[in-house]
């Protein structure tokens, strides 16, 4: 569960501070649209940390028991308040309850972008886990029964899909697509049907094939004999994940690839 549900969940029974990022000038933290929720005994989100969120959640606290009634605050970061950053930061402070829950929803959880992740094995499973609290939706197929855990994360829907590669065909517009599947062939049965939609339809902005640069090369030749073009080859990444992180392990991997959809937004 992320910070902003378990924060709306508690909201339901008891009253917070909503403490928003107004405006910024100059070298600032976080900027503009940036949001927490401050309770009485602990808050949710960050502002930016540091001196400047000591004294919001200062002020969010005399507010929310009814000491003050500012909901503005202006600081400016420089030596007064030991942040060297030199830029200003002017905050909106709400007393919110759960009357409030369904509109923060709205405000604190856009949409989010689709995932496809093809694969449920180790490397997926650290993949889902990395992903849940950044911006995606992610959609988790594989074509094995009784594959995915118990504990999945909440933004995260499981779906077994056999063949696995039909699933490509109504995959939401927009997605990005990870394919590490159990097995060399199924892997390659996704990126074709991926290389077939973004032919017809061009809406699949990032493809991303787990594997070496070896496997790679044998994959490219079999694409070719299928006759995709060299351009159209080009529209996949493999390996993935930010270049300069050569550790194998599921975490790292999971933390390379989630740098690098990010990346794509």
Same mark, same amino acid.
């Given at each position: !569960?992320?910070?902003?549900?378990?924060?709306?969940?508690?909201?339901?029974?008891? #009253?917070?501070?909503?403490? =928003?990022?107004?405006?910024?000038?100059?070298? $600032?933290? @976080?900027?503009?649209?940036?949001? !927490?929720?401050?309770? %009485?005994?602990?808050?949710?989100?960050?502002?930016?940390?540091?001196?400047?969120?000591?004294?919001?959640?200062?002020?969010?606290? @005399?507010?929310?028991?009814?000491?003050? $009634?500012?909901?503005?605050? =202006?600081?400016?970061?420089?030596?007064?308040?030991?942040?060297?950053?030199?830029?200003?930061?002017?905050?909106?402070?709400?007393?919110?309850?759960?009357?409030?829950?369904?509109?923060?929803?709205?405000?604190?959880?856009?949409?989010?972008?689709?995932?496809?992740?093809?694969?449920?094995?180790?490397?997926? =499973?650290?993949?889902?886990?990395?992903?849940?609290?950044?911006?995606? #939706?992610? =959609?988790?197929?594989?074509?094995?029964?009784?594959?995915?855990?118990?504990?999945?994360?909440?933004?995260? +829907?499981?779906?077994?899909?056999?063949?696995?590669? #039909? %699933?490509?065909? +109504?995959?939401?517009?927009?997605?990005?697509?990870?394919? !590490?599947?159990?097995?060399?062939?199924? +892997?390659?049965?996704?990126?074709? #049907?991926?290389?077939?939609?973004?032919?017809?339809? +061009?809406?699949?902005?990032?493809?991303?094939?787990?594997?070496?640069?070896?496997?790679? %090369?044998?994959? @490219?030749? @079999?694409?070719?004999?299928?006759?995709?073009?060299?351009?159209?080859?080009?529209?996949?990444?493999?390996?993935?994940? $930010?270049?300069?992180?050569?550790?194998?392990?599921?975490?790292?991997?999971?933390?390379?690839?989630?740098?690098?959809?990010?990346?794509?937004?």
């Amino acid at each position: !569960m992320n910070w902003k549900t378990a924060a709306l969940n508690r909201l339901v029974g008891e #009253a917070a501070v909503w403490v =928003r990022v107004h405006a910024t000038q100059g070298s $600032v933290p @976080r900027g503009p649209g940036t949001h !927490m929720l401050v309770f %009485a005994r602990g808050e949710a989100g960050t502002i930016g940390g540091g001196h400047l969120e000591f004294q919001a959640l200062a002020h969010a606290r @005399r507010l929310l028991a009814g000491e003050l $009634v500012t909901t503005h605050l =202006r600081q400016v970061l420089g030596p007064s308040l030991g942040q060297c950053c030199g830029g200003v930061v002017e905050l909106t402070l709400e007393r919110v309850d759960a009357d409030d829950v369904a509109r923060l929803r709205t405000l604190l959880m856009p949409p989010r972008t689709p995932l496809a992740l093809f694969g449920g094995g180790h490397v997926g =499973r650290a993949i889902v886990n990395t992903l849940a609290p950044l911006p995606f #939706a992610v =959609r988790w197929i594989d074509s094995r029964d009784e594959i995915f855990p118990d504990d999945v994360p909440d933004e995260v +829907d499981c779906e077994h899909s056999n063949p696995v590669q #039909a %699933a490509v065909a +109504d995959l939401a517009p927009g997605s990005r697509v990870l394919i !590490m599947s159990f097995s060399h062939a199924e +892997d390659l049965d996704i990126v074709v #049907a991926c290389l077939k939609r973004l032919r017809t339809q +061009d809406d699949l902005p990032f493809v991303g094939l787990i594997g070496s640069q070896t496997k790679w %090369a044998t994959f @490219r030749h @079999r694409l070719e004999d299928r006759g995709f073009t060299a351009e159209e080859i080009a529209r996949i990444t493999c390996p993935i994940g $930010v270049p300069g992180i050569s550790g194998k392990e599921p975490e790292v991997i999971a933390v390379a690839v989630a740098a690098q959809l990010l990346q794509s937004l």
